[in-house]
């Protein structure tokens, strides 16, 4: 009976049509290349942008005059919007198409990681940092449907591991420029984030050079040759979003499910990772950088492996096998306290996370109602956000009860044991991950990309495929006869 449920993790080999990873790769044209890495670095923006927050929270926490724990109210208020982001944008660019709806985003993205430089309160930072999730929660939508739907499904397993971990380069860049460049500052803290905005500036000015997603160029061509108008297509676009709810509302609640727990085990072991070493292992902020920087070169070995692997074990399997690698290091993460040791736990750790994370694109892209691949992928990874948007605050607050004594010079000194806290956290979370996916759909090597857009009728259906040669050319048999 086990068996045959592992048995059954593994995409069928008939399900699978790839000619192979190579010539797929060697197929591919220049602009399915550059959507791809532009989708890339606009997430990666994303991230970058984030974890300025988080690689200064002590510095932040003085420049307020506040408590760490009441700092990381910053980083739930910037997860909780990410929802309103995720809904606003996803639509607009499923109705729209996927250009100048991520283009704008990116800006917002610029204009409010440059606001957070100016801010010289903490009540103004918590504002901006709330504008900011808003602007932050539509780009993961945008940029994975856009890097991925132009690519052939053979290409899709690996493409997608490499697309998530420009969330592992984000942090990794921040990190460095924390380590290299901040302290040589004279603006402080404040540079981190002046770089961020130029970095998504200039992903909105590569985007912008662009052509259209081909999915949508296709589609438009279908529905000028229908004569159709804008507001014809709007109200279509409505109609079949809510027939798209109707039929799917139970896979939304699953994927909202599936994203919690992928997003407290992110949440988990990111966000106050550096915290933790500061204060519970007593490195200096120099050291907690390097690790940081260690932990997220193993989240980008993670994520390309793991996604590579899942084009052909399956997705829920490659998540599944990522994630008890995680369970089973998480001793090396909480108990050394030297840096070799703990920087490899950091190593291997995020390996696991940022690896089931690799998978989560293509699982969410093929999982989705296919002409909703920005709305429905990105509300579901927002929502997961919102949920787990206060992993930071459960954290701080546990470590607060939780303490443990160090030597800090010659002399003891108490303080908040975040190495017990992230232990249990992390261990709990693991469990609940494994048990959502195990349980779940998957709908390994779905050809999405054939699929109707949501503004053509009949989108909202599953089976409603795109056959743009053919409808055209009834169109014009239609306008000859008239």
Not at 37 to 43: E, F, K, N, T, Y
Not at 229 to 251: P, S
Not at 348 to 376: D, K, M, N, Y
Request: charged residues 15%; neutral net charge; contains cysteine.
């Amino acid at each position: 009976m086990a068996l045959q449920f592992l048995r059954n993790l593994i995409p069928k080999r008939e399900a699978n049509t790839s000619a192979g990873l190579l010539p797929a790769i060697r197929s591919l044209k220049l602009i399915q290349i550059t959507h791809f890495w532009v989708g890339w670095l606009a997430w990666t923006c994303d991230a970058l942008d984030f974890f300025t927050v988080s690689l200064t929270l002590s510095t932040l926490a003085k420049q307020f005059d506040v408590t760490t724990q009441k700092l990381t109210t910053a980083i739930t208020l910037t997860l909780l919007f990410r929802s309103v982001g995720a809904v606003v944008f996803g639509i607009l660019s499923d109705r729209f198409g996927r250009k100048w709806p991520l283009v704008c985003n990116l800006v917002l993205c610029c204009a409010f990681s440059l606001a957070s430089g100016f801010v010289n309160t903490y009540p103004q930072f918590l504002a901006v940092r709330s504008l900011f999730g808003i602007a932050m929660g539509g780009i993961w939508g945008l940029a994975s449907s856009s890097a991925l739907e132009n690519l052939p499904v053979e290409v899709r397993g690996l493409a997608s591991g490499i697309l998530q971990e420009g969330y592992a380069v984000g942090y990794l860049i921040a990190a460095v420029i924390n380590l290299g460049v901040v302290p040589h500052s004279p603006y402080g803290w404040r540079t981190l984030f002046w770089f961020g905005a130029g970095v998504s500036f200039l992903a909105a000015c590569l985007r912008a050079l662009l052509p259209e997603s081909e999915v949508f160029l296709r589609a438009k061509a279908i529905e000028r040759a229908r004569g159709a108008t804008t507001t014809q297509k709007t109200k279509v676009f409505l109609h079949e979003t809510k027939e798209m709810l109707k039929l799917h509302w139970k896979l939304c609640i699953y994927a909202v499910l599936l994203m919690s727990g992928f997003n407290f085990l992110s949440h988990g072991s990111q966000d106050l990772y550096p915290t933790y070493l500061e204060v519970t292992k007593g490195f200096s902020s120099r050291d907690a950088s390097i690790a940081t920087i260690i932990g997220n070169c193993g989240a980008i070995a993670g994520g390309a492996v793991a996604g590579y692997s899942s084009q052909y074990i399956g997705r829920r399997l490659s998540i599944v096998i990522c994630v008890l690698l995680v369970g089973a290091f998480i001793p090396l993460w909480i108990l050394p306290n030297t840096f070799g040791p703990l920087s490899a736990g950091a190593f291997f750790i995020q390996f696991g996370v940022q690896g089931a994370w690799g998978v989560i694109p293509i699982q969410l892209a093929e999982l989705s109602p296919p002409a909703f691949r920005a709305t429905f992928p990105g509300v579901a990874y927002q929502l997961g956000n919102m949920v787990s948007s206060a992993s930071s605050q459960i954290e701080a607050t546990a470590g607060n009860s939780l303490t443990t004594t160090i030597t800090v010079n010659g002399q003891a000194k108490t303080v908040q044991d975040y190495a017990t806290v992230q232990g249990i956290f992390i261990g709990t979370v693991a469990a609940y991950v494994v048990l959502v996916t195990l349980f779940g759909p998957e709908h390994h090597s779905s050809h999405f990309e054939n699929h109707k857009t949501a503004f053509e009728e009949g989108g909202g259906q599953d089976d409603a495929v795109m056959d743009d040669d053919r409808e055209i050319h009834e169109e014009d048999e239609k306008g000859s006869d008239v």
